[in-house]
């Protein structure tokens, strides 16, 4: 049975900015519509600039109704009175007793029971002193995992954080050990959005709950995977954040690390958190780390040049001059255990691309011996199964398998069968922070990243991001047409290996 959510607070922190107003409070006015938050329960917004309750929620309202998926004012009237706003600066220590008595005061008359969600939803260099403050005012007193007190009836204080979580490794694992100090890790919720999109369910549901594709669902039968995330939409006004970061570090080490660990991870013993998480680390672990001489030939970056509708990226306003910051990346991981030794993963993302897209695309060896190579086939020979799970644009499952085309003689064909899942059930896709903010109140992990991922996940694309990547950015600027699926090199990737990327 699944757990409902607990009774609680939560406390965002950075209640003024983007994310909470496009994001958060849509996808829990969302929840609140389908019944899914728990009846005791508060936000309490939190940001420097003074603003009323009144005010903050005539603001979220206007931001609900523009990016909620619904619109209900009356609805919305309800669920707008368990949101209250709270002046001040979050970096300093002196709020938190103010902060602390609010919260208490929300507990008397809410009945939250102390139960504390803190979501970091502020600049990523505040995330330690914001987690350091939380300590020092004693806001967590959670017993520990070996506390007597009964788990049922103690509180809980649970922290969310918001990506980017560190900009390399080593920042990564320093982010870490400062929320260890303050937080058991059952109790820290790294959050990536891209978890919380079906695609990552639907990838378990399809391999564990079908017998007919975990058996070939490994490097006898697997020829190679490709998991994309395109874009048709360039950096937008991000402009700034985005030279900082990149396509590597905004997407891949991210969202693309995560869908390929669901796809290449072991069957879980259960599918609780516990056990999914055990095996996500363990394949991320198996990742091969790149050496410095493997780079050149398992990556390929580059960067949009000028449209009659956009500038070249790097003459865009807040990107630094001669900047070599990729907007496309393609990289080759294999991964160094029993079930895919040889089977390697394409991870492949952009910004102005030919099409927005978000698949994983499994692509089957041919037939071991070709029994039909002298019968005529519309697409010249037999192919290997094709396997696409996509999320974007529509939520479709297709598999592809060779037929023979009705009437005489002999001849063969490649047909595709697809399950169009929006429509099959009438349901579309909901906000994904609003089930993953569900999970956190229900202390469900299972959609959230482990430290050991994280900084697996950064050890994997560092040899793509630093210095020894040289070669990969130099002469960068501007090397693909926006429209297009990115540099030609990245096609030559796939050439080399007597592959394609699935781009029909
Ligand atoms: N926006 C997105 O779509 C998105 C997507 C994924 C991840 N994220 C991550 O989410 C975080 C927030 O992003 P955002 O786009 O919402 O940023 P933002 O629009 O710049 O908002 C930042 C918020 O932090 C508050 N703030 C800054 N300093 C503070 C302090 N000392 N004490 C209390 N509040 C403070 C700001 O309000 P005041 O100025 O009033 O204090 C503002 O509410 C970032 O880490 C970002 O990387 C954002």
Known sequence: M???????????????GDLTARKLIPALYEMYILGNLPEAFRVLGVSR???????????????????ATRWDAVRWQEFSKCIEYFPGDAAQGEMYRALADRMAAMDASAGTRGNRLFYLSVAPELYESIVQRIDEAALVTEGRRWCSIDASTRSWQRIIVEKPFG????SAASLNRALGRVFEEEDIYRIDHYLGKEVVQAMLVLRFANTMFEPVW??????????????????????????????IRDMIQSH?????????????????????????????????PTTDADVPSHGVLGQYAASAEEGAFVDLPGVAKGSTTETFAALKLHVDNWRWAGTPFYLRTGKRMAAKRT????????????????????????RG?????????????????????????????????????????????????????????RGDQSLYKHRIEVESGWAAVMPFL???????????????????????????????????????
């Open 2 to 16: 699944i757990r409902k959510a607990d009774p609680c607070v939560l406390v965002i922190f950075g209640a003024s």
């Open 49 to 67: 600039r003074a603003k009323s309750d009144a005010q903050w929620r005539d603001e979220l309202a206007a931001s609900v109704r523009e990016y």
């Open 167 to 170: 900009h390399d490794e080593e």
């Open 218 to 247: 490994n490097h006898r039968y697997i020829d190679h995977v490709q998991i994309t995330a395109s874009e048709k939409v360039g950096v937008g006004n991000r402009t700034g954040f985005y030279d900082q970061t990149g396509a």
């Open 256 to 288: 693309l690390l995560q869908i390929f660990a669901f796809a290449a991870m072991e069957p879980p013993t259960s599918i609780s958190a516990e056990e999914i998480r055990t095996e996500k680390i363990k394949v991320v672990r198996a990742l091969r």
């Open 359 to 382: 698949e994983v695309v499994v692509q089957f060896k041919r037939p071991a011996a070709d029994l039909f190579h002298d019968i005529p086939h519309a697409a010249g020979g037999v």
């Open 385 to 441: 199964n094709r396997l696409v799970i996509e999320i974007a644009p529509m939520q479709r499952t297709l598999l592809r398998f060779e037929t023979k085309v009705p009437g005489m003689p002999l001849r063969m064909d490649s047909v595709e069968m697809q399950a169009d899942l929006e429509k099959q059930f009438g349901v579309a896709a909901i906000e994904a922070y609003g089930p993953l903010l569900v999970d956190a109140m």
């Open 466 to 504: 630093d210095q020894r990547s040289v070669g990969l950015r130099r002469g960068m600027a501007s090397n693909y047409a926006q429209g297009s699926w990115g540099p030609a090199a990245a096609d030559d990737l796939m050439r080399r290996d007597g592959r394609a990327w699935h781009d029909d």
